[in-house]
């Protein structure tokens, strides 16, 4: 492999193969419950990554199907949960550790991801949150997409760059991981915005990365734009060398948590290549081996 996957990672850490879980546990989102907006992102569809948010089932039930159904098809025995939907901080502290101990009740769980929005923290949360490392790989996810703040505003997504910052800086100081989600092929993102990314997310020091492709959802304020014509979206063969263009500039040990996004059916309308996520893992290593490169080829460092 010419890049630091997550199954490898998992791997190193517990010697087996390791499956994340994802859950919905019911928490909203200040972009869209009128705290700051109430139209959410301009791509933002929950429903159409998390099956659980349509089928409204408790946490245990989502865990325990989650571990059966994974348990029979791939004979896996230790999971990580993601609580992945919507932000998964966004809630008081005492509703938050109620939630996250659900996780205690399953043996079979060894690690404990939490996706969220870098303003939805705050260092009681984080600290709160280190304490489940004593016994879990503890993992926080930022919703970041890209470190353009004029991007970030012409997406909706109501917070900074520095906002981020911020978010890393507290988490770090407790020791716990960081993974960013980026985005390729925003309105306007030009090759040299995202390449600006890449260096800037190398520079930070992030221990981990999820690619997602931009991608339109129905009932979402993308949809109308693509609709009416104002939105370009990647080729596949273009967004495959855009990934191997950031992940050459990211340092060896950042682990590549997601190499491409997919989206339900129900929910996509373009573009349809994002499905065949096996195809296009193939094309990215096939790239990097086209090219004689591999993650880390073009690292540089420099303040962020």
Not at 11 to 37: M, Q, W, Y
Not at 109 to 132: F, N, Q, W
Not at 255 to 267: G, P, Q
Request: charged share 25%; aromatic share 10%.
């Amino acid at each position: 492999m010419r890049y630091y996957s997550y199954n490898r990672y998992l791997r190193e850490k517990f010697g087996e193969r390791v499956h994340r879980i994802s859950l919905d546990a019911g928490f909203s989102c200040p972009n869209i419950d009128g705290t700051l907006s109430d139209t959410g992102c301009i791509y933002c569809n929950n429903s159409a990554f998390s099956h659980f948010t349509k089928e409204k089932k408790d946490i245990r039930t989502q865990i325990k199907e989650s571990i059966r159904f994974y348990g029979q098809k791939m004979n896996v025995k230790r999971f990580i949960a993601y609580f992945q939907a919507f932000s998964s901080t966004y809630a008081d502290i005492d509703r938050l550790k109620e939630t996250y101990d659900i996780i205690k009740e399953f043996p079979q769980i060894v690690g404990l991801s939490i996706s969220t929005r870098p303003d939805c923290v705050d260092e009681e949360k984080i600290a709160m949150i280190a304490d489940y490392a004593k016994e879990y790989l503890v993992w926080m996810e930022y919703g970041l997409q890209t470190t353009h703040n004029r991007m970030l505003e012409m997406i909706n997504r109501k917070h900074s760059y520095e906002d981020f910052l911020s978010a890393f800086t507290i988490t770090k100081k407790y020791d716990i991981s960081v993974g960013v989600h980026m985005i390729i092929g925003l309105p306007g993102h030009t090759r040299a915005d995202m390449l600006g990314d890449a260096e800037r997310i190398a520079s930070v020091g992030v221990d981990g990365i999820k690619f997602h492709v931009l991608h339109v959802l129905k009932n979402t304020a993308l949809e109308k734009w693509y609709q009416e014509g104002e939105v370009s979206l990647l080729t596949r063969d273009a967004y495959v060398g855009m990934v191997c263009d950031y992940v050459e500039r990211l340092p060896k040990e950042t682990v590549i948590l997601r190499l491409v996004s997919t989206a339900d059916k129900e929910c996509l309308i373009a573009p349809d290549w994002i499905n065949d996520r096996t195809s296009v893992m193939n094309a990215i290593n096939e790239e990097l081996d086209r090219r004689g490169s591999y993650q880390g080829a073009k690292c540089v460092t420099r303040n962020a």
